[in-house]
């Protein structure tokens, strides 16, 4: 855990598109003494569009950069003059002004096609047009962003995606592959092994997903936020099943642990997190202390540390959001082990889909999928023509959902078992009853 932590700060210092606006340093006073007023203009405009940026009001930030740009004074400073073209383009960007935002990544790259805020730019871009679906146009700037080490993650994972989405599984998976590495530790790298994983399974890749979700199991990335990852494969699961795709279905929920590891892993996973969100606000407050102390507020600051923070209280939601459903699920366990029934079944492997079936009816009295799961349990019964082992399913079944859709089946194959054991009174008495209770039934 303390690595998955380290690479958390790591990722969180990293100045990417998401992390907020570059920073630069304020211009030095030009040497002609005729024009040292500027100097303050400058500050007065850069520390407006940094609060405004801390304050999420992108618009006042843009509309501060522009009229940066437009003094003439600040051509003197070419690196400053292109982090403010840049930030016009971030801050519309935020406004979800996209139209705007990709002119001003586009502005910044014409003027400096090898400035520093290249990669950023072409990832503005890129990033852009994924926030409108326009995936095949996001491709070839994701592609471009993707080759600066420091954007890496940010751009493949969205180039991997982006593949996805318009249907290009094997780039999307090698994509994915290479991000995730050998060693799966960062929230980028969990995402992008989910990710392979549902790629895997679209493709019907089922000996290759079974290797690939053992590989990743042991990782601590994977282990930190099980409660996304279970979740994840449970919604992708459904998905699948849905589609009947069974194989791969029942891959992912044989890989989905214990209700009582989610918990367990989960809550000491967020403390961790927490300590180090509390670390981290504390600096930043201490930091703006000191620039305020010495009047050295440096443009871009306070946002990029907001940024930051809110970057990961978001993580720290999301994981919380999904932890608290696996806590709320008392049966979290029994839904799992009848959907791996349901795929069993629609396999044809009865004798697996019973298991399951039969664990849920006894060791989960109260699950939410108990019904259809003993209804299950004796059609596999029947399946494998163990009829001497229906009579008391059956009979609980009645017992537990007299009203059920398929109660008059059951209440049949009740009567068809009792037939063929030769108990004749408990034959009228069983239809006898069954009349009684529902003089109307076809059954």
């Not at 690479?7 to 630069?24: D, E, F, Y």
């Not at 209804?375 to 009203?403: G, H, M, Y």
Request: one cysteine or more; aromatic letters at 8%; proline letters at 4%.
């Amino acid at each position: 855990m303390k690595d998955f932590v380290s690479g958390i700060r790591r990722l969180l210092v990293v100045l990417c598109l998401s992390a907020g606006p570059a920073q630069a340093q304020a211009p030095a006073a030009p040497a002609a003494p005729a024009i040292t007023v500027v100097p303050a203009v400058l500050n007065r405009l850069f520390r407006e569009a940094d609060e405004a940026f801390a304050s999420k009001d992108y618009k006042t930030a843009a509309a501060k950069l522009e009229e940066l740009v437009r003094l003439d004074t600040i051509k003197e400073h070419a690196e400053g003059l292109e982090m403010c073209r840049f930030n016009i383009g971030l801050a519309y960007f935020f406004d979800k002004q996209y139209e705007k935002a990709i002119e001003g990544f586009t502005n910044c790259l014409k003027i400096y096609p090898k400035g520093k805020n290249a990669g950023r730019s072409n990832l503005g871009i890129g990033k852009t047009y994924a926030e409108q679906q326009s995936w095949e146009q996001a491709i070839p700037f994701l592609k471009l962003a993707s080759a600066d080490r420091t954007l890496r993650s940010e751009a493949g994972f969205l180039l991997g995606e982006a593949y996805s989405e318009t249907g290009k599984n094997e780039e999307a998976l090698n994509v994915f592959r290479n991000l995730m590495g050998n060693d799966v530790r960062t929230p980028e790298q969990t995402t992008a092994a989910v990710s392979a994983i549902s790629i895997l399974a679209d493709m019907g890749k089922s000996s290759e997903l079974v290797a690939y979700i053992r590989k990743l199991q042991a990782q601590p990335g994977i282990r930190s936020a099980i409660s996304w990852v279970a979740t994840q494969l449970v919604v992708r699961g459904d998905e699948l099943l849905k589609n009947e795709n069974y194989e791969e279905a029942l891959i992912l929920y044989r890989s989905v642990p214990s209700r009582i590891y989610i918990l367990e892993q989960q809550r000491k996973s967020l403390d961790e997190y927490k300590t180090l969100l509390n670390t981290l606000t504390e600096h930043a407050k201490a930091v703006a202390k000191e620039d305020l102390a010495a009047n050295q507020q440096q443009p871009g600051t306070t946002a990029t540390s907001q940024e930051a923070i809110e970057k990961l209280k978001s993580f720290i939601d999301a994981t919380e959001q999904t932890l608290g459903a696996v806590d709320a699920k008392t049966d979290y366990d029994a839904s799992v082990l009848y959907r791996r029934g349901r795929c069993l079944f629609h396999l044809e492997r009865y004798t697996e889909a019973l298991f399951c079936f039969s664990r849920v009816h006894k060791n989960y009295p109260k699950a939410g999928d108990l019904e259809p799961s003993i209804f299950a349990e004796i059609v596999s019964l029947a399946q494998l023509r163990l009829t001497k082992e229906i009579l008391p399913v059956a009979k609980d079944f009645i017992k537990n959902f007299p009203e059920a859709k398929q109660a008059g089946q059951v209440n049949d194959l009740i009567g068809d078992c009792l037939v063929d054991k030769g108990d004749w009174p408990e034959v009228a008495r069983h239809y006898g009853e069954a009349y009684d209770k529902n003089p109307s039934s076809e059954h």
